[in-house]
């Protein structure tokens, strides 16, 4: 370790590390990502599940490539007229141009006469922006020509693809010019040097360009692709954990400046001292995001995949990149606020000195206060929260397809926009569908297509697509066709495809943070070597992250007016808080351990939080803002994300970290670090026991 630290920042040396960068970092380019079209987030079933065994079984079917685009004509709740019914059929005829057999069936009127429904077959695209293309040929054709005040939408799965794929575009360029400002100002705020936040800026966006490209490829070694939603959200994780374990290292350069003639030799003790702290949160970070490739669902193991790898190279540039970048400028790189060799570290008698005496004085008071906000928090929020949004639920703006189906769900049934697919065996097909229309929640069932050996039966629901309603339809129609003997009937579309997704999230959320806890314990026990120091602090990170998700969802309920939480948000708010949590937990208490063999529990804990307490809150105050973010895009469930993790940021920077897990230390005493002994000096004094505290 001493021998690799002094190489990475020695004179002669570091200019070696920065060769090497730059020479990797220009073949990595070179190879690129292999990735040459945008793609929206997919569904990401196994293929043990009932509806994505349908959707393979309809890849046998005569029309397997073909998708439909439903458009809705419609005059805003008025019935429509004759002429718009013939204008409408007029119409069709253009829109047979775009269809999969050059023939459009005539317009369906609603019973109320209020809306005409036109199914347009279409071939299958994967290409997002030819879909997109199509689409809007599509809305051009239909609304040319009507007659004043009649209106066409497109809805229905072709619509509902293009709309999801229209927030997607060019997203990442939006979230990385959004993050690169947000994170440019906190920087140059933090640093209050007009060229400082420049080296750390530039090393973290070369490392979140080339996390882009290793993570893609790695992704795709492992047959999994990456939507962009998922390479947004690595983005915003590369910046906010590269920003994080640069603001510790550039602290701690830093205070060694003061102790330390040469620069080199001060950034050589800085990353012994910061190092351990990085590689260790750092590592957390990665086995958490890694314990996603249990899951079911493909976009979270993608997620897990692509994000570990984002962080191991953040990591790598921080601890490698980053101090060989530091070291090429004197001193003077932090002007106007130069660390002169000799001069005094006022972080020991400052705010945060001042904060950790006060606190060490009442520290049961300290830690009931701080329960009681946490736990106050989780108990106005948390047991009134909603999971399971609704595709026409999960914009922030409402996109057309949403308006579609909103009409369409007011004029014909409220399923005829998402109808349910039954897939059985041919010969009882008929039997199949006499059985569907007896079950409770089905408004009607029709045989479709064949291919002698299967038929798809299109059964048509009288609740609402995806509500819990239309669940429980599903769920009936399942257990009644799995009654029809020799029909072998699976249940598919887009209803029973949410519901099989909402299980199988539940069913990854109940596996992955049981997992993401017992990694965490297990990282603190290795690196602090106790056991009461990792159960304290994995109980303040569970506290933080219960905190910040009931005081979210008062939030989205109140001012923001969202329906529900969807349904990955609670385990990627979890997987985040946790992981980037424990960051703060070992910053600190690693730097309380170092410090206690020289000053004691009580000394060594007020020192490490007067030495990191304001590179917590910089770190915690930057990344909360890196997560916010998110909601720069019309997608309510990456905002949802952003806000929780915003929240449960601040919480633990500006209370946790650097209030209440203090309070707990100083209460515990030594046994903080049980069973490890921390040697304490024998003129250093103790903290009162906690009863005589409470007696005063």
Same mark, same amino acid.
């Given at each position: 370790?001493?021998?690799?630290?002094?190489?990475?920042?020695?004179?002669?040396?570091?200019?070696?590390?920065?060769? #090497?960068?730059?020479?990797? &970092?220009?073949?990595?380019?070179?190879?690129?990502?292999?990735?040459? @079209?945008?793609?929206?987030?997919?569904?990401?079933?196994?293929?043990?599940?009932?509806?994505?065994?349908?959707?393979?079984?309809?890849?046998?079917?005569?029309?397997?490539?073909?998708? @439909?685009?439903?458009?809705?004509? @419609?005059?805003?709740?008025?019935?429509?007229?004759?002429?718009?019914?013939?204008?409408?059929?007029?119409?069709? $005829?253009?829109?047979?141009?775009?269809?999969?057999?050059?023939?459009?069936?005539?317009?369906?009127?609603?019973?109320?006469?209020?809306?005409?429904?036109?199914?347009?077959?279409?071939?299958?695209?994967?290409?997002?922006?030819?879909?997109?293309?199509?689409?809007? $040929?599509?809305?051009? /054709?239909?609304?040319?020509?009507?007659?004043?005040?009649? $209106?066409?939408?497109?809805?229905?799965?072709?619509?509902?693809?293009?709309?999801?794929?229209?927030?997607?575009?060019?997203?990442?360029?939006?979230?990385?010019?959004?993050?690169?400002?947000?994170?440019?100002?906190?920087?140059?705020?933090?640093?209050?040097?007009?060229?400082?936040?420049?080296?750390?800026?530039?090393?973290?966006?070369?490392?979140?360009?080339?996390?882009?490209?290793?993570?893609?490829?790695?992704?795709?070694?492992?047959?999994?692709?990456?939507?962009?939603?998922?390479?947004?959200?690595?983005?915003?994780?590369?910046?906010?954990?590269?920003?994080?374990?640069?603001?510790?290292? /550039?602290?701690?350069?830093?205070?060694?400046?003061?102790?330390?003639?040469?620069?080199?030799?001060?950034?050589?003790?800085?990353?012994?001292?910061?190092?351990?702290?990085?590689?260790?949160?750092?590592?957390?970070?990665?086995?958490?995001?890694?314990?996603?490739?249990?899951?079911?669902?493909?976009?979270?193991?993608?997620?897990?995949?692509?994000?570990?790898?984002?962080?191991?190279?953040?990591?790598?540039?921080?601890?490698?990149?980053?101090?060989?970048?530091?070291?090429?400028?004197?001193?003077?790189?932090?002007?106007?606020?130069?660390?002169?060799?000799? &001069?005094?570290?006022k972080a020991h008698s400052g705010?945060?000195?001042?904060?950790?005496?006060?606190?060490?004085?009442?520290?049961?008071?300290?830690?009931?206060?701080?329960?009681?906000?946490?736990?106050?928090?989780?108990?106005?929020?948390?047991? =009134? /929260?909603? *999971?399971?949004?609704?595709?026409?639920?999960?914009?922030?703006?409402?996109?057309?397809?949403?308006?579609?189906?909103?009409?369409?769900?007011?004029?014909?049934?409220?399923? &005829?926009?998402?109808?349910?697919?039954?897939?059985?065996?041919?010969?009882?097909?008929?039997?199949?569908?006499?059985?569907?229309?007896?079950?409770?929640?089905?408004?009607?069932?029709?045989?479709?297509?064949?291919?002698?050996?299967?038929? =798809?039966?299109? *059964?048509?629901?009288?609740?609402?697509? $995806?509500?819990?309603?239309?669940?429980?339809?599903i769920t009936r129609l399942r257990?009644?066709?799995?009654?029809?003997?020799?029909?072998?009937?699976?249940?598919?579309?887009?209803?029973?495809?949410?519901?099989?997704?909402?299980?199988?999230?539940?069913?990854?959320?109940?596996?992955?943070?049981?997992?993401?806890?017992?990694?965490?314990f297990i990282v603190l026990v290795?690196?602090?070597?106790?056991?009461?120091?990792?159960?304290?602090?994995?109980?303040?990170?569970?506290?933080?992250?219960?905190?910040?998700?009931?005081?979210?969802?008062?939030?989205?309920?109140?001012?923001?007016?969202?329906?529900?939480?969807?349904?990955?948000?609670?385990?990627?708010?979890?997987?985040?808080?946790?992981?980037?949590? *424990?960051?703060?937990?070992?910053?600190?208490?690693?730097?309380?351990?170092?410090?206690?063999?020289?000053?004691?529990?009580?000394?060594?804990?007020?020192?490490?939080?007067?030495?990191?307490?304001?590179?917590?809150?910089?770190?915690? /105050?930057?990344?909360?803002?890196?997560?916010?973010?998110?909601?720069?895009?019309?997608? #309510?469930?990456?905002? =949802?994300?952003?806000?929780?993790?915003? #929240?449960?940021?601040?919480?633990?920077?500006?209370?946790?970290?650097?209030?209440?897990?203090?309070?707990?230390?100083?209460?515990?005493?030594?046994?903080?670090?049980?069973?490890?002994?921390?040697?304490?000096?024998?003129?250093?004094?103790?903290?009162?026991?906690?009863?005589?505290?409470?007696?005063?």
């Open positions: 370790m001493h021998r690799l630290t002094t190489f990475i920042t020695a004179k002669k040396t570091s200019w070696i590390i920065l060769l #090497i960068a730059v020479a990797v &970092s220009a073949a990595v380019f070179a190879l690129g990502s292999g990735s040459s @079209s945008e793609t929206s987030p997919g569904v990401g079933l196994p293929d043990s599940a009932e509806s994505a065994r349908v959707a393979a079984l309809q890849e046998d079917l005569p029309a397997a490539d073909s998708t @439909s685009a439903l458009l809705v004509f @419609s005059r805003d709740g008025d019935e429509v007229t004759d002429d718009d019914i013939a204008a409408v059929t007029a119409t069709t $005829e253009a829109l047979a141009v775009e269809s999969v057999d050059g023939f459009v069936p005539p317009p369906t009127v609603s019973e109320d006469g209020t809306a005409a429904l036109v199914v347009v077959p279409l071939t299958s695209l994967a290409d997002v922006t030819a879909q997109a293309e199509r689409a809007a $040929e599509l809305r051009t /054709i239909a609304n040319d020509d009507l007659p004043n005040g009649l $209106e066409a939408l497109l809805t229905g799965p072709e619509g509902f693809a293009v709309d999801v794929a229209a927030v997607f575009k060019g997203a990442d360029f939006t979230l990385l010019l959004t993050t690169v400002l947000v994170v440019a100002v906190l920087l140059l705020i933090t640093y209050r040097s007009p060229w400082l936040w420049l080296v750390p800026l530039a090393v973290v966006g070369l490392a979140d360009a080339l996390a882009g490209i290793v993570a893609t490829r790695i992704a795709a070694a492992a047959g999994i692709e990456l939507d962009a939603s998922i390479t947004g959200i690595l983005s915003v994780l590369v910046f906010g954990a590269g920003t994080n374990y640069a603001l510790l290292l /550039i602290a701690r350069y830093r205070d060694e400046l003061r102790l330390v003639a040469d620069r080199h030799q001060a950034m050589a003790q800085a990353l012994r001292g910061a190092g351990p702290a990085i590689i260790a949160s750092g590592s957390t970070v990665v086995l958490s995001l890694l314990t996603l490739l249990f899951a079911q669902l493909t976009g979270n193991r993608a997620l897990g995949l692509a994000c570990a790898a984002g962080v191991v190279v953040a990591m790598l540039f921080a601890l490698f990149v980053l101090p060989a970048a530091l070291v090429l400028f004197g001193r003077g790189l932090f002007w106007p606020y130069v660390p002169h060799f000799g &001069s005094e570290n705010l945060w000195f001042k904060l950790g005496t006060a606190v060490s004085r009442r520290p049961v008071a300290v830690a009931i206060i701080g329960a009681l906000l946490l736990g106050g928090l989780a108990f106005a929020g948390v047991p =009134q /929260i909603k *999971v399971g949004l609704a595709q026409t639920q999960k914009f922030t703006s409402v996109p057309e397809a949403v308006v579609g189906q909103q009409v369409i769900a007011d004029a014909f049934s409220a399923g &005829s926009g998402s109808p349910v697919v039954v897939v059985a065996n041919a010969a009882s097909a008929d039997d199949v569908a006499a059985a569907a229309e007896t079950s409770d929640g089905v408004d009607s069932a029709t045989v479709g297509e064949s291919n002698g050996e299967i038929t =798809q039966i299109n *059964v048509v629901l009288d609740a609402a697509a $995806e509500t819990p309603e239309s669940f429980d339809a257990s009644t066709l799995s009654d029809v003997d020799g029909a072998d009937a699976l249940v598919g579309g887009l209803d029973a495809q949410t519901l099989d997704v909402n299980e199988a999230q539940q069913s990854d959320q109940d596996l992955v943070i049981p997992l993401i806890l017992a990694l965490v290795l690196l602090l070597r106790s056991i009461v120091a990792p159960l304290l602090l994995l109980l303040t990170v569970v506290a933080s992250f219960f905190g910040s998700l009931g005081a979210s969802w008062l939030l989205f309920e109140s001012v923001f007016g969202f329906p529900a939480i969807d349904t990955n948000v609670i385990l990627f708010s979890f997987l985040f808080l946790v992981a980037l949590g *424990v960051d703060y937990n070992i910053f600190l208490v690693t730097r309380a351990k170092e410090e206690a063999a020289k000053h004691g529990t009580r000394g060594g804990m007020i020192r490490a939080l007067s030495s990191t307490g304001g590179v917590i809150t910089s770190a915690g /105050i930057l990344l909360a803002a890196v997560f916010a973010v998110l909601g720069v895009l019309p997608l #309510i469930t990456l905002t =949802q994300i952003g806000i929780i993790v915003c #929240i449960g940021v601040l919480l633990d920077s500006l209370l946790v970290r650097t209030v209440l897990v203090p309070a707990l230390a100083f209460i515990a005493g030594e046994k903080f670090w049980w069973p490890t002994r921390v040697h304490t000096p024998a003129h250093v004094a103790e903290p009162e026991p906690a009863a005589e505290v409470l007696a005063k």
